[in-house]
């Protein structure tokens, strides 16, 4: 009777993930593809997709997104082998699987049960906390690229006293600095965490923030990296492609400002889009009265990285695995 109450029955397993497809495709349908810019959009691209000199750019975003969540798939699986051993295609499966969950959820922190629940034998809780360590390493890329990309900003488009911009930039420098230190020394988190009156239940799973050596943190930084720079051409091909026109360095740095921003602000990632146009447009309002460009590549990369991924994973989450098997 104790066992049966720590797994989810078959027919009530089925309904769980009948529900997450269900939802997920739903809500891509009516708040993605049902939107009045939608339309406007496929206009777009049919219109470019007949200039011979630009139909190359829409089949390359789209083999960047497969760039972008493979690499993904390789970083979970590099840092899950602390736990578990899984062969790179559960990896990707896993990863469109959190995506898929992650609709539903404020700064998509169902992405950690979305993948977990791939695996078959590591302790789900640990598993998160390891996705939570891989996970860090790319926010904490997008919001030192953010700082970098904040203070050129700045220099380009925000007219201050000098000594006020060499002030912001030491800040800025500071708070990168501190973001790259703490996360190459994660493991002083198991001493502070073990000083917290915790649970002895929680303070069992507290070493794993030691597990990882400098050497493999700096790598997952490395390929969160990568990560960054390859969402951040997607954007700048796009823009391109929409008739944006302003240099590749410019657009850079605008939407690395504008990553930043979206990542300190919680949002539920089906509304994300909607707050994306409204920071980006902000932003690169500084730089062009063109705003549509913005919104047109905003839009059609939301589809590309997110929407399409996440309707994947709505077919993948039929393979959770709500039952752990024991090595």
């Not at 349908?29 to 777009?44: I, N, P, S, T, Y």
């Not at 996970?135 to 990309?149: D, E, H, M, P, Y």
């Not at 990542?263 to 690169?284: H, K, M, N, R, W």
């Amino acid at each position: 009777m104790e066992q049966s109450t720590k797994i989810i029955s078959n027919p009530s397993s089925l309904l769980v993930k009948l529900g997450i497809a269900a939802l997920a495709v739903w809500f891509i349908v009516h708040r993605v593809v049902g939107r009045e810019e939608a339309g406007k959009l496929w206009q777009d691209v049919v219109s470019i997709a007949r200039q011979e000199h630009t139909f190359w750019i829409l089949p390359l975003v789209l083999g960047l997104m497969i760039l972008n969540w493979s690499l993904e798939a390789m970083k979970w699986k590099r840092m899950m082998r602390k736990s578990e051993i899984i062969p790179f295609r559960r990896s990707l499966e896993a990863v469109c699987s959190g995506l898929t969950v992650s609709l539903f959820t404020p700064n998509r922190i169902g992405e950690y049960a979305g993948r977990v629940f791939h695996l078959q034998i590591a302790d789900r809780i640990e598993a998160t906390l390891i996705t939570v360590i891989e996970n860090l390493g790319q926010l904490f890329v997008t919001l030192i690229t953010g700082s970098v990309a904040l203070f050129i900003y700045l220099w380009l488009y925000v007219p201050m006293p000098p000594y006020l911009f060499a002030a912001s930039g030491i800040l800025l420098f500071a708070f990168g600095a501190a973001l790259l230190v703490m996360y190459l020394n994660v493991n002083i988190l198991e001493i502070l965490l073990k000083k917290l009156p915790l649970p002895v239940s929680w303070k069992q799973y507290l070493p794993v923030f030691s597990r990882f050596t400098p050497e493999e943190l700096q790598l997952n930084l490395f390929l969160s990296l990568i990560r960054d720079l390859v969402f951040t051409l997607q954007f700048c091909l796009l823009a391109d492609l929409f008739g944006l026109e302003l240099s590749y360095f410019q657009v850079l740095v605008l939407i690395a400002v504008t990553y930043f921003t979206m990542t300190i602000i919680p949002v539920i990632a089906i509304t994300e889009l909607g707050v994306q146009g409204a920071v980006s447009t902000y932003f690169f309002s500084f730089a062009t009265d063109n705003l549509i460009p913005v919104l047109n590549a905003g839009f059609a990369l939301w589809i590309i990285n997110l929407a399409i991924p996440a309707l994947a994973g709505a077919v993948l989450v039929f393979g959770f695995r709500f039952r752990r098997r024991f090595a």
